[in-house]
């Protein structure tokens, strides 16, 4: 079982990244995911939640409006489309997947972790 984030990068503030996350050796329509990101010397928090239809998805107040969750479950797949990026977005960030929860927004609610993704955007 394994989830890979990948589509970091470094970016100019304005600009956009897409992340991607792979599942392997889950179902992951069965899943729960979300998005986390920790930034150096503070606590990891939720960016993005998923219900695992894709038909709900809740943000976080400092991403509403400028980030997009998404999945695919036929490519087991999870997105996050980052747009209007500013410095304080720069963070590792993680994909997770749990199947007992759905759009949960605490990082204690997920078994599965990716190994993160660093994104970098400058002034």
């Known amino acids: 079982v394994q989830l890979q984030a990948s589509g970091g990068g470094l970016v100019q503030a304005g600009g956009s990244l897409r992340l991607s996350c792979t599942a392997s050796g889950i179902t992951a329509s069965k899943y729960g995911m979300a998005w986390f990101r920790q930034a150096p010397g503070k606590e990891r928090e939720s960016v993005a939640a998923?219900?695992?239809?894709?038909?709900?998805?809740s943000y976080s107040d400092s991403v509403k409006g400028r980030f997009l969750i998404s999945r695919d479950n036929a490519k087991n797949k999870l997105y996050l489309q980052m747009n209007s990026l500013v410095p304080d977005d720069t963070a590792v960030y993680y994909c997770?997947?749990?199947?007992?929860?759905?759009?949960?927004?605490?990082?204690?609610?997920?078994?599965?972790w990716g190994q993160g993704t660093q994104v970098t955007v400058s002034s």
């Open positions: 998923i219900s695992r239809s894709g038909g709900s998805t």
């Open positions: 997770a997947a749990d199947w007992r929860v759905n759009l949960a927004t605490s990082s204690d609610s997920y078994e599965l």
